[in-house]
């Protein structure tokens, strides 16, 4: 189906209409995870929301290869990636570990994470340490061409000089004397010409862990380098989307730019699209401010700003509840008015797929609701008005299952895909409920727990079952006949 897709473009601060390079295919770029740390709630906001894009792309007919790199190296501490401890390597000595070990434990932490969401896998995702070769080739054609210089061994790529053809501000907005003057000394790194330049190469001190050879000596890439060099060898020079956290438009991705245009003569992408942060009670996470907590203690409830836990669904369906460009601020009362109202829809959708009674006439048409649908997401991925258009599939599938509107076999046929289109293939949404077809043997092996430790008269355990199935959403009722279970 031909759709005028708008997409937000930081670089121009406007909507622009949709127009891949070589379409029918189209290539997109999302910086990944660096996994020396569980991942947390404001990276999994930001890839459900690619994810997003990458279903609705597919479902309208694109062929998308989305490339999502894991930073397996090179990512030190300071706010520019190049300052202070490789972050990794610092987990490793602390946990007395290698630090593949811990790249090993956190990457497959993170996919589990993703996974669990019900994400997409990307079609490529390649780390920083498979493409050190890649890396160093890079670096050698933005020091031929003038706009690096090396230092004993480290390469720092010379802003002022590329400022003077190019915009190196050309993302943010910002020039380079409002740069200069925001930004701090070189904070220890005097062998740096200008305060703005940043490492394209790094020489390694004997202790640090991770490092490789190369014609500058032995060290290790720069943060920044690794997103130029991989979306290159799999998109090419020049391709259509690359996005990532607003936080990233500053620093990383205004140095992918520079890197990108220095070695290649190009921007490398159409479109740089940017999702905005997650805050909780109008403030931003952080475990300063005790307001942080990881995916899995959402899902369980295990932390003390929590009043109980939530489904990854229905974590999914909240996060699709505002516009990716928008602030998404997180509250128990949010997560709750969510949990409500992904229940209401995938209730309809139950009923819808349980077969309803099509009539030989109609009293609705739901072809102006399939283009309200496509209007939604065409207009910036806006899920939230989806989601306000599927409630209303959702209203119309309750009346006709209660008897109040009839429609017939072609309406009852287009609602049908309709439903499967934007709730399973765009939005990604499932009925955990009725995905898990051992869940009544679960709760049962647990009523029979009970019983069993009532009728030892434990019941400190019983009282505990019971509270904690009601935590997370499971009812009981107790009655002659024995105990019952229903969802809350």
């Given at each position: ?5 708008f ?9 622009e ?23 947390h ?68 932490g993170?996919r ?45 790529f ?18 380079l004397?409002d ?18 330049d ?24 720069g ?7 991989m ?20 620093t ?48 369980s ?74 209007a ?20 119309i599938?309750?009346?006709v299952?209660d ?6 076999a ?10 499967n ?46 509270d904690?199935?009601s935590?997370?959403?499971?009812q ?5 006949e ?7």
């Open positions: 189906m031909q759709q005028n897709l997409v937000y473009n930081t670089l121009t601060r406007k909507k209409l949709f127009k891949p390079i070589n379409a029918p295919h189209v290539g997109m770029y999302v910086c990944g995870p660096t996994v020396y740390s569980d991942v709630l404001g990276n999994c906001r930001t890839y459900i929301s690619f994810d997003l894009m990458f279903r609705y792309l597919a479902a309208i007919g694109y062929k998308v290869r989305y490339v999502r790199n894991v930073t397996d190296a090179g990512h030190l501490e300071g706010d520019a990636g190049d300052e202070g401890e490789d972050k990794i390597a610092k987990k490793a000595k602390l946990a007395q570990l290698e630090p593949m070990e811990i790249v090993q434990k956190y990457t497959v993170f589990d994470v993703m996974k669990i969401l019900n994400n997409l896998p990307p079609s490529i995702e390649p780390t920083a340490t498979g493409h050190i070769i890649e890396q160093i080739e890079m670096v050698k054609v933005i020091l031929e061409k003038g706009y690096a210089y090396e230092v004993d061994g480290s390469i720092y010379d802003v002022e000089k590329y400022n003077k053809s190019q915009d190196y501000g050309i993302l943010s907005g910002r020039n004397e740069l200069l003057n925001n930004t701090r000394s070189l904070g220890g790194q005097q062998e740096k010409h200008g305060k703005l940043f490492a394209l190469w790094i020489k390694a001190k004997p202790e640090h862990l991770m490092k490789w050879p190369s014609p500058w000596g032995v060290g290790f890439p943060w920044h380098l690794e997103c130029s060099a979306s290159q060898k799999y998109l090419g020079s020049h391709f259509d989307i690359h996005g990532g956290g607003l936080d990233l438009v500053p990383h991705h205004t140095n992918e730019i520079a890197q990108n245009v220095a070695c290649c003569g190009t921007n490398p992408a159409n479109y740089w699209v940017h999702t905005n942060m997650l805050t909780v009670n109008g403030q931003k996470m952080s475990k300063s401010l005790g307001n942080s907590f990881l995916p899995h203690e959402l899902f409830g295990e932390n003390s700003i929590l009043n109980k836990g939530y489904s990854p669904m229905t974590v999914r369906f909240f996060m699709l509840q505002a516009h990716y460009r928008s602030t998404l601020d997180f509250g128990n009362e949010a997560m709750e008015a969510s949990e409500k109202g992904f229940k209401r829809l995938m209730n309809a959708f139950a009923l819808l797929t349980d077969g309803l009674k099509a009539s030989a006439t109609t009293e609705v048409e739901i072809a102006p609701l399939m283009e309200r649908c496509y939604a997401m065409n207009d910036d991925f806006n899920s939230p008005v989806l989601i306000a258009e599927l409630f209303e599939a959702s209203r599938i309750n009346s299952y008897g109040k509107l009839k429609i017939d072609a309406n009852l046929e287009q609602l049908t895909i309709l439903m289109t934007f709730v399973v293939d765009v939005l990604g949404l499932q009925n955990e409920q009725a995905a898990n077809d051992d869940l009544p043997k679960v709760l049962s092996f647990i009523v029979d727990l009970r019983s069993s430790a009532k009728a030892n008269k434990d019941y400190a355990t019983s009282d505990k079952i019971r904690g199935l935590q997370i959403g499971f009981l009722k107790d009655s002659k024995g105990t019952t279970w229903n969802k809350a």
